[in-house]
């Protein structure tokens, strides 16, 4: 399974980005898909996760109301709509998708991904 990440970029302050997260390989069976990110010198921290069957969502306290993440399961993709950019959202953000064993309390630990993408540059400017 492949993960492919695309859509950051350079905005600024208040403005807005998708990011995106193709599959491909072998069909993917993870129970949950999530966004993670890592800024220069700091660990990669959780971001917002999504369970397969839409029923949970969860977001990071960071950008719970300006985040949406969302999943199309007939194209396995994964989406991250960001609003309400700040600078502190500069990172690079990663998609992930667990094995299909995750419960719902460890859906927030990046060690309960297996498959991650490339990842892909957000820079928010002041």
């Known amino acids: 399974v492949q993960l492919q990440a695309s859509g950051g970029g350079l905005v600024q302050a208040g403005g807005s980005l998708t990011l995106s997260c193709a599959t491909s390989?072998?069909?993917?069976?993870?129970?949950?898909m999530g966004w993670f990110r890592q800024a220069p010198g700091k660990e990669r921290e959780f971001v917002a996760t999504?369970?397969?069957?839409?029923?949970?969502?969860y977001y990071a306290d960071s950008v719970k109301g300006r985040f949406t993440i969302s999943r199309d399961n007939t194209r396995n993709t994964l989406s991250l709509l960001m609003n309400s950019l700040k600078p502190e959202d500069t990172a690079v953000y990663y998609c992930?998708?667990?094995?299909?064993?995750?419960?719902?309390?460890?859906?927030?630990?990046?060690?309960?991904?297996?498959?991650w993408g490339q990842g892909t540059q957000v820079t928010v400017s002041s």
């Open positions: 999504l369970r397969r069957d839409g029923g949970y969502t």
């Open positions: 992930a998708a667990d094995s299909g064993r995750t419960i719902l309390s460890e859906a927030r630990n990046p060690a309960r991904y297996i498959y």
């Open positions: 390989g072998r069909t993917l069976t993870s129970r949950f």
